[in-house]
């Protein structure tokens, strides 16, 4: 999709970034008035739409274009590497702004879910956050926006509108916070480099995974 895209003209591009907007505009409103709020997979119709609008401006249009099944290019040892290395650093930063905040306000600053956190909602959180989220997600601040992004503002403004978009999101869904801010930037500087979905899709869903736990360990041990 990447060499695809920037083969199309100026005109077959900016039709493609409009879909694009409207599609991150209609998920942002349905999230931030609440419309349909965690009503099943109805979000994959955005990058579904996308997808059949790549069909028809995309000359000689293979599914293979879409680049759903892209193995990145890096190999997933690569990524196994580097994603250790990286969230290492990232939770060192998380874990000292959390004790730092915590320290200020006089008390921990974990949401109140975090301490009844039982096999049932660990169960819901591994279905929702841990698959559902990581897919959908993905699709729609990666997937949909980076390539396109790309051909008209290059790698670096594409990362930070990607991962800006992506912190803004939760906080419609009434769940800001440092972890999804520093994420949202680290998930698209992932699909930029590999040029695969499934490495954001992977790291996000594991991201999501570690805090369920975390979650889980408060409420075993408060």
């Keep these: 999709m990447f060499i695809e895209l920037d083969q199309l003209s100026v005109e077959k591009r900016n039709l493609l970034l409009c879909i694009v907007f409207l599609g991150v505009l209609i998920y942002f409103g349905c999230y931030a008035f609440g419309f349909w709020r965690g009503a099943g997979y109805w979000e994959l119709l955005l990058p579904g739409s996308y997808a059949l609008s790549l069909a028809f401006v995309i000359p000689n249009f293979r599914p293979s274009a879409l680049q759903l099944w892209t193995a990145p290019e890096q190999g997933f040892l690569y990524w196994a590497k580097i994603t250790t290395i990286i969230a290492c650093i990232l939770s060192a930063v998380i874990a000292l702004f959390i004790g730092l905040y915590g320290f200020a306000l006089g008390h921990p600053i974990f949401p109140d879910m975090a301490y009844q956190f039982g096999s049932a909602q660990f169960i819901f959180w591994l279905k929702y956050a841990c698959i559902r989220a990581p897919i959908i997600e993905e699709l729609i601040f990666r997937w949909m926006l980076c ?76």
């Design 147 to 222: 390539p396109i992004f790309l051909t008209k503002w290059g790698k670096w403004p594409t990362i930070f509108c990607s991962g800006a978009l992506f912190a803004s999101v939760h906080v419609a869904y009434g769940n800001p916070s440092i972890d999804n801010f520093l994420a949202g930037y680290f998930l698209a500087w992932a699909f930029v480099k590999s040029k695969s979905i499934w490495v954001p899709i992977v790291l996000h869903a594991l991201g999501n995974l570690c805090v369920g736990l975390i979650f889980l360990g408060l409420t075993f041990f408060n």
